[in-house]
């Protein structure tokens, strides 16, 4: 390490106050820091980390300027602050050391330091982000989940993924360029488009245009090029476990105030990155995680890393033996659940007979007018049988009825953990008896949820008379919802969402009313969902 300490002799300011009110108020002693020392530490092994620890009497607390245009890391007595270089080569830094006092006073100090800086990344990295020397980057838009926020606690965007082409098309007008050269000097481009506007979080509009207002959580186009490096260098590099990305004095397109980013997935086809935005104080404070998908310019590569077909039979119930669902493969929700399983649905669920059984090589779940309200059945493999990506086949025939909502779906295996919609939600086939023979599928995770669920439906002439095949087909990439083979409904996602290599469970019942169910019929008086078989296929 090169370790050395520059004093500093302060000059106090003069300070002048004066009221017109109380000419007997007194102020509090104000004291200026004094004797400002600053260490400086240079990590050997030309890493371009640099070390600051300011000492100064009477100081509250210290800013220390590692660029002169960037913003400050704030110390208390005591403590260090950190920042890495990334630039290669030999130069010349300033750094400012602003010692804050009471009242107002303060002592500063700009020291010079000159480094030797050499980062490199290995071979196979630099042409994954980089190409032949040079290579373009764009969102990738049409994707699900390719932009979103959640806290700094979890590892997805548990508050809002953005669906596909949701935002305002000046972030799809950035590219990003990433370079290097034989020197290991490697290069970031950012470049803008219309106006050269770019998105900036909404909270952080004010630290580019001080004496606007900017309306609550709405992000906006702007340009803020003359305020930001757009042509300067990058580094990617290990920490604590983490591989990180760093652009100096720069932004991968959406400005959250985050120049540093823990780099999700890096392929040749895809960069995935984990921004963490410091939330001023002024609008709330705290911490957020943004994440950015992006994939080559030239359509290098869609994303679609593939998987084999799906033709492997892992895991099926033929429901052949007469009586209660199989206990190794089913188990039960009873009861109402909270607001009636949190649709306002009017059914209460039980393991009767009269209402889920398997008999005559079917299973039927059965609801029922009684006793002035509805039972019904939901089974699930909860805790038995879980799965990531494969296709899901149910062949089944629907009920009937003004109010009756039978569904066949999937949920997160995570949802004790993180709750729903953060565990994800894939709905294979509902139906309202309201709206009969039209079928639906949906997909329920943060952003897009409830009423805002990623939605389609089709008409099956007969749903409630005929045997029809209801499928999804679920990979790392996409999923698809198909009858009986033919494709109707196809999600592009990116792995920000909560579909991406997590495990999730089956359920199947038959709800009344709610949200969606709707309206129940009151001659209503009972209706099965038969279900010949349940295949998951790898």
């Not at 660029?67 to 890495?84: D, H, I, M």
């Not at 990433?178 to 488009?193: H, Q, W």
């Not at 199947?508 to 038969?530: C, H, Q, Y």
């Amino acid at each position: 390490m090169k370790n050395f300490n520059i004093t500093y002799i302060f000059l106090v300011f003069t300070l002048l106050f004066s009221s017109c009110q109380d000419d007997d108020a007194e102020l509090g002693t104000i004291i200026p820091p004094s004797n400002l020392q600053i260490d400086v530490v240079i990590e050997e092994g030309q890493t371009g980390n640099v070390t600051i620890t300011p000492q100064a009497d009477n100081a509250l607390n210290f800013h220390i300027f590692f660029t002169q245009n960037g913003e400050p890391l704030v110390a208390q007595p005591g403590q260090s602050q950190t920042f890495r270089y990334t630039q290669s080569g030999q130069y010349s830094v300033l750094i400012t050391v602003v010692a804050f006092g009471t009242g107002g006073t303060s002592s500063s100090q700009t020291i010079t330091l000159d480094l030797d800086v050499r980062l490199f990344i290995d071979q196979e990295t630099l042409e994954m982000i980089g190409g032949d020397g040079s290579k373009r980057w764009v969102w990738d838009s049409g994707v699900g989940g390719h932009f979103g926020v959640g806290p700094i606690t979890n590892d997805f965007p548990e508050f809002f993924s953005a669906a596909p082409n949701q935002l305002d098309p000046c972030v799809y007008d950035d590219v990003l360029v990433f370079s290097y050269d034989a020197n290991d000097n490697y290069g970031f481009e950012l470049i803008t488009g219309n106006a050269n506007q770019t998105f900036i979080n909404w909270a952080e509009v004010t630290r580019f245009f001080p004496n606007d207002t900017p309306t609550q959580f709405v992000d906006e186009c702007r340009d803020i090029t003359d305020q930001i490096a757009t042509n300067t260098s990058f580094v990617i590099f290990e920490n604590e476990g983490r591989r990180l990305i760093s652009v100096e004095n720069s932004t991968l397109s959406y400005w959250s105030g985050a120049m540093e980013y823990e780099v999700v997935e890096l392929t040749a086809d895809r960069l995935s990155v984990r921004g963490i935005q410091e939330v001023s104080s002024d609008f709330g404070g705290g911490q957020l995680a943004w994440y950015h998908t992006f994939v080559p310019e030239d359509g290098g590569g869609d994303g679609n890393i593939g998987e084999p077909p799906f033709d492997e039979l892992v895991w099926a119930d033929e429901f052949d033996n007469n009586g209660a669902p199989n206990s190794a493969n089913w188990t039960y929700d009873l009861g109402t659940g909270d607001n009636g399983w949190g649709n306002g649905e009017s059914q209460s669920y039980t393991d009767d007979p009269s209402n889920v059984i398997v008999e005559d090589g079917l299973l039927k779940i059965t609801a029922i007018s009684e006793n002035g309200g509805y039972s019904s059945a939901r089974i699930k493999t909860q805790d038995l049988f879980t799965f990531t990506y494969g296709r899901v086949d149910v062949r089944a025939k629907l009920p009937t009825g003004g109010g009756t909502w039978p569904a066949i779906w999937m949920l997160g295996s995570n949802i004790t953990e993180v709750g729903w919609p953060a565990c994800g939600e894939i709905d294979i086939m509902e139906h309202v008896g309201n709206n009969q023979d039209v079928v639906s599928s949906a997909l329920h995770f943060p952003g897009n949820n409830g009423g805002n669920a990623i939605f389609e439906e089709t008409t099956i002439p007969g749903a409630s008379v005929d045997f029809h095949i209801y499928s999804v087909e679920w990979s790392s990439t996409e999923i698809i919802f198909s009858i009986d083979g033919t494709p109707y409904h196809t999600y592009p996602y990116t792995s920000n969402l909560p579909f991406y290599n997590n495990d999730f469970f089956l359920i199947l019942n038959v709800a009344m009313g709610g949200t969606f169910g709707g309206a129940i019929d009151p001659a209503f008086t009972e209706s099965t969902m038969e279900i010949d078989y349940v295949r998951v296929y790898q």
